[in-house]
């Protein structure tokens, strides 16, 4: 059985039910998403291995290869047509061309279920799907329940990594009006013990957790690489539980009323779907889904704890964020162009921290050497994602890293923003030249670094920015790299 199968048993069926990585019941054999490849715009829908099993990545990965590739659509397995798209501007507007939400990156979080690789829907600040037209999700006060499979060490403190029941409007319309798990160490409405991250309820203007608006110290922080997270609401009841997805079961974080503060009891629930991003599309937040899925009805715990074991059963599992040519921590490395008429230029700081490409030879001064060597160390941020940082040769301490996707020097200043940005995960060129690497950005993996008129960014394939140009991408975002000058 699955997930879906585990809620209709328990008489509580699933209205919506979205996974990359599987499906969520025995039967589904239909699309799971949809991707759009870069190079002709393609798209093609990719499908379980066999009836409820896991996504066929092979079939993404021949499709993807040597370009890039993006999940347009997350279906709905529920056979409700509920299918997540690239959302709409709201209270919010997106990064994309008319205020629209970015689209995930097809290849920023590789996993494997049970020994097989599939792939999650990395979401960073800007990324959000959404469906304001969804069918049979709870509407008012009605009774609805919810789980999602996260990545716990992939958050941020900005508002709201969702998925869950929203504004059809997709502006706040008041207290009440979504009901929707969050997860990561927002602190502007609610909070729980420690400094999180939690999984909390979006009820609207108030991140939940627990019976007050503010801190609730049962809310535990939660931080699994797979975490397993539970919103449910009926009249005046709530509850938040939560689990490692990848053993164990559920705790519950709070059961009971609804909060006092006016507008939460009756709820005035709307019964879009959201994923991603807050009620009104505020885009800010970070974190990665695996699979989900919105049930007609209040679960039982029982019906739950059920659908946690088939979560553990699934066996996710953590695989490679890298492919290509290696790299050796403690290395010197420089980074050449692979672009016609560049290919003299590396990837170097100047003297006011931008980084650039620079002509470089043997008969370069030693400073010049020195600007474009960089030492391999173990990424900073990311966990233990296998993904690298790349410190200065001649200013230890300081690092290559993003600031609004152009590339430049910085100090570690220790905080996470800081090391995320400062996290690269090389990948196979896409030049498709085998001994060549394009490295991606840890926390954008839509967005590779990139020479454009000589500046590094780190750039997506097609976009809003002059950057994003899709003409001579692949050759832009492909380098040899080979031992550093100095
Ligand atoms: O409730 C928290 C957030 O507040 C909602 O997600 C958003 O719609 C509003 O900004
Ligand atoms: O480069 C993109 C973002 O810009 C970085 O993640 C952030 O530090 C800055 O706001
Ligand atoms: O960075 C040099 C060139 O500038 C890139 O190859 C091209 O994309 C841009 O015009």
Redesign the pocket.
């Known amino acids: 059985a699955g997930p879906c199968d585990i809620y209709a048993s328990g008489g509580t069926p699933c209205i919506a039910a979205h996974s990359t990585t599987r499906a969520l019941y025995s039967s589904y054999n239909g699309a799971l998403y949809q991707v759009q490849r870069g190079s002709d715009k393609a798209k093609t829908d990719i499908k379980p291995l066999s009836a409820g099993g896991v996504a066929n990545a092979a079939a993404q990965d021949s499709f993807c290869n040597n370009t890039t590739c993006l999940i347009t659509i997350i279906y709905d397995q529920s056979g409700r047509g509920n299918h997540l798209t690239q959302a709409p501007p709201g209270g919010f507007k997106g990064p994309e061309a008319n205020g629209y939400d970015n689209l995930a990156s097809a290849i920023g979080a590789p996993v494997t279920l049970n020994g097989q690789k599939a792939y999650g829907v990395f979401v960073s ?1 800007g990324t959000g799907y959404r469906n304001n037209a969804a069918s049979g999700t709870a509407k008012g006060d009605e009774p609805e329940g919810m789980y999602a499979v996260l990545d716990g060490t992939h958050y941020n403190q900005y508002c709201c990594f969702d998925y869950g029941n929203a504004e059809t409007s997709s502006l706040d319309t008041g207290n009440g009006h979504m009901e929707a798990i969050y997860f990561g160490d927002c602190t502007s409405w609610g909070s729980g013990a420690g400094s999180g991250p939690w999984i909390m309820a979006d009820l609207e203007n108030g991140l939940f957790s627990g019976l007050s608006s503010g801190k609730n110290t049962n809310d535990p922080p939660i931080s699994y690489r797979f975490t397993t997270a539970v919103v449910k609401g009926r009249p005046n009841q709530w509850a938040i539980r939560g689990a490692n997805a990848a053993s164990g079961s559920l705790s519950t974080f709070y059961s009971g009323v609804r909060p006092s503060a006016s507008g939460y009891n009756p709820m005035s629930k709307e019964g879009a779907i959201i994923l991603g991003i807050g009620g009104d599309n505020s885009i800010s937040a970070q974190g990665t889904f695996y699979e989900g899925a919105m049930t007609s009805g209040y679960p039982s715990d029982a019906t739950e704890n059920a659908v946690q074991a088939n979560i553990v059963a699934a066996k996710y599992a953590t695989t490679s964020l890298t492919s290509g040519p290696s790299l050796t921590v403690g290395s010197s490395v420089s980074l050449r162009v692979t672009t016609s008429s560049y290919t003299d230029r590396y990837l170097a700081h100047n003297s006011s921290s931008a980084i650039i490409t620079q002509a470089v030879s043997a008969s370069s001064s030693s400073t010049l050497k020195q600007q474009a060597t960089w030492i391999v160390r173990t990424g900073l941020g990311g966990g233990n994602s296998g993904c690298f940082s790349f410190e200065s040769r001649d200013t230890p301490g300081s690092y290559m ?6 590339l430049r020097l910085g100090t570690n200043d220790g905080t996470k ?2 090391a ?2 400062a996290t690269f995960c090389p990948q196979t060129a896409l030049n498709g030249l085998s001994a060549d690497s394009s490295i991606r950005s840890w ?2 993996p839509t967005r590779y670094v990139r020479h454009y008129a000589n500046v590094a960014y ?1 750039a997506g394939n097609g976009g809003v920015h002059m950057f994003d140009a899709a003409a001579s991408f692949n050759d832009d975002v492909s380098w040899v790299v080979a031992s550093g000058f100095a």
Do not use: C
């Not at 890293?401 to 152009?406: G, V």
């Open positions: 600040p890293r993003h600031y609004d996707f152009a923003q800081f995320e940005d926390n954008y780190v």
